[in-house]
């Protein structure tokens, strides 16, 4: 077997011990702590006294393709956002799946609320930054607000789904994915409530950012 094929079986290995790390975005100031690659991205900032089920989220992504992520960890039964570029605009929307396919858009008193400075396309990668609100909850479909780690679960692909204009779109399957332990404690920011008001719907369509 050639080393190539060797390193490729080892990365989901390789993924499964990666955790997070503190990552301040450039163009909104905002500090998450964040599971961050040079393909994908996805990074949390809690309130430094942290009892409610907000926080503030950052995904993204290079090229064209989707990144997601789970709240709860696994891909089955549990909270995902699932997020994409289109052109100048990022599109994203709640999933949740009891099987392995592409999952179908959740509701729920959950909501995403972008924030415009932290979303944006540049040349390489998109960013997509959120409050998401009563996105922690406590029927085990996401980790919990008095938790100290979470299990985070990541996937991606490069490529983009078949409705890109359409938040509700199918995906195909992704390319990398696996967990990722968040240390709750370094996400958590005295700035939080500034950071929560910066939070203000763009368009009326839908969840487009
Ligand atoms: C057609 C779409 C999809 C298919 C067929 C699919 C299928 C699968 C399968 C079979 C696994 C187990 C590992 C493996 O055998 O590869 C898995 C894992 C995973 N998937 Fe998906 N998936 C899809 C979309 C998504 C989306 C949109 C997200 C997130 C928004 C996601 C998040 C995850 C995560 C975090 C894992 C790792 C944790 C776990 O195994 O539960 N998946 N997926
Ligand atoms: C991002 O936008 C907010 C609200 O408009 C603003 O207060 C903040 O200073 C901006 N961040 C940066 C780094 O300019
Ligand atoms: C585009 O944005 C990403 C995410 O903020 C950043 O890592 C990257 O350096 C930016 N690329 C360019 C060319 O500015
Ligand atoms: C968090 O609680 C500490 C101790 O009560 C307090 O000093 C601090 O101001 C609180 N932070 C915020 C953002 O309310």
């Known amino acids: 077997m050639k080393l190539s094929s060797l390193l490729s079986l080892s990365l989901p290995l390789l993924a499964t011990a990666q955790t997070a790390a503190p990552y301040t975005d450039a163009k909104s100031g905002i500090t998450f702590n964040a599971y961050v690659t040079s393909n994908y991205f996805f990074g949390l900032a809690l309130p430094e006294n942290a009892t409610g089920s907000d926080f503030i989220g950052t995904i993204g992504g290079k090229g064209t393709g989707w990144s997601g992520a789970s709240l709860g960890g696994q891909m089955r039964n549990k909270l995902l956002v699932l997020s994409w570029p289109n052109a100048q605009a990022v599109l994203s929307s ?11 858009v959740a509701t729920g008193t959950f909501t995403q609320t972008p924030i415009a400075n932290g979303t944006y396309v540049n040349s390489t990668h998109w960013t997509y930054t959120f409050l998401c609100s009563n996105c922690i909850q406590t029927d085990g479909t996401t980790f919990k607000s008095s938790d100290t780690t979470a299990s985070i679960g990541f996937a991606f692909s490069a490529t983009a789904p078949t409705q890109k204009t359409n938040a509700g779109s199918a995906v195909s399957k992704h390319t990398s994915q696996g967990l990722v332990t968040f240390d709750l404690t370094k996400a958590k920011n005295a700035n939080f409530a500034t950071w929560k008001s910066w939070a203000a719907p763009k368009v009326a369509r839908g969840f487009e950012a």
């Open 94 to 104: 709640f999933r949740k799946t009891a099987q392995y396919g592409s999952p179908a």
